[in-house]
């Protein structure tokens, strides 16, 4: 099978995002299949200059090194694989190709609305206990009057359009059946006003175009799934399986931050832990394989 680790440069790597990191791997080479690494770096806000190379580098001092995709070769980042470019800011106008497809179906749409006027709509709706979603204002408006102000220069994004009579229903590797009701899902930005895709159209268009069977993830993102079913759906495209894995969690429930100690794997490596014990370890949180056994190799 064909996996994928795709992370963000936004800093050092997470020991969980290493524990997925590890899943997708030890599933590739289960099946005699391939470990794909894709750079996601479409929030430029929040990109981190040196990310990527100590990605690279933490991940080769565990061993993981990718099949295929971005990787790290005598201290140089590289890319080598048939599907490139495999980092997403050089892939902008595949984005930009399937964005405007989806428009052209009457599966999605652009929106107008400022910040100010989506802050204002999202208070409103927590006032009134309601959960914050997107009012479709710019659904209603007629494709002229979008078009003309799109001709204009006006900034905009464009959202997807969610049957909201619809139930998404999918079988998760690791939660089994699932069903969303399509009511209670936001009509999601695909893409943003600088050009750049949000992470659900990045995902569903690099994932078919890439040849991904099963994408093992973190269950923060179980409820985008039926948003990324829906997108494959509309490009007419075969989704692949999906594996929602649980997130490591401090002692008392909450997440993994630094105030609360170690959180990314460099630190354990400056501490001199071995990439062995730091795997081992991590292949134990949250699975075990119902004997005592506690060293692998």
Request: with cysteine.
């Amino acid at each position: 099978m064909r996996t994928r680790f795709p992370p963000s440069p936004t800093g050092f790597l997470h020991v969980g995002s290493l524990r997925t990191a590890l899943y997708c791997y030890l599933v590739a080479r289960q099946t005699k299949g391939s470990f794909l690494l894709r750079i996601e770096d479409t929030d430029r806000e929040r990109l981190v200059e040196g990310a990527i190379e100590n990605i690279l580098r933490t991940l080769h001092w565990v061993g993981l090194d990718p099949d295929e995709g971005v990787m790290i070769k005598n201290g140089v980042v590289t890319q080598e694989g048939s599907r490139g470019p495999y980092i997403q800011s050089k892939r902008l106008p595949l984005y930009q190709k399937y964005a405007k497809q989806l428009v052209e179906a009457g599966k999605a749409y652009p929106c107008f609305c400022s910040s100010q006027r989506l802050d204002q709509m999202r208070k409103e709706q927590q006032e009134a206990k309601q959960a914050p979603m997107y009012d479709r204002k710019c659904l209603a408006m007629p494709k002229e009057e979008s078009a003309r102000r799109i001709t204009a220069g006006e900034r905009h994004v464009i959202r997807m359009e969610i049957p909201r009579s619809t139930t998404v229903t999918f079988t998760d590797d690791i939660r089994g059946e699932l069903s969303f009701e399509g009511k209670t899902i936001d009509d999601q930005v695909l893409l943003k006003s600088d050009g750049f895709p949000t992470y659900h159209l990045a995902h569903v268009v690099d994932d078919h175009l890439m040849d991904t069977d099963i994408v093992i993830r973190g269950e923060e993102w179980l409820s985008s799934l039926p948003k990324h079913l829906l997108l494959f759906e509309y490009l007419g495209w075969k989704a692949p399986r999906y594996a929602h894995v649980p997130l490591l969690l401090n002692p008392d429930r909450s997440k993994l931050s630094k105030r609360q100690g170690d959180v990314a794997a460099e630190d354990y490596k400056e501490k001199g832990y071995l990439p062995e014990a730091l795997l081992n370890f991590l292949a134990l949180l949250g699975w075990n394989p119902g004997t005592v056994e506690e060293i692998f190799s």
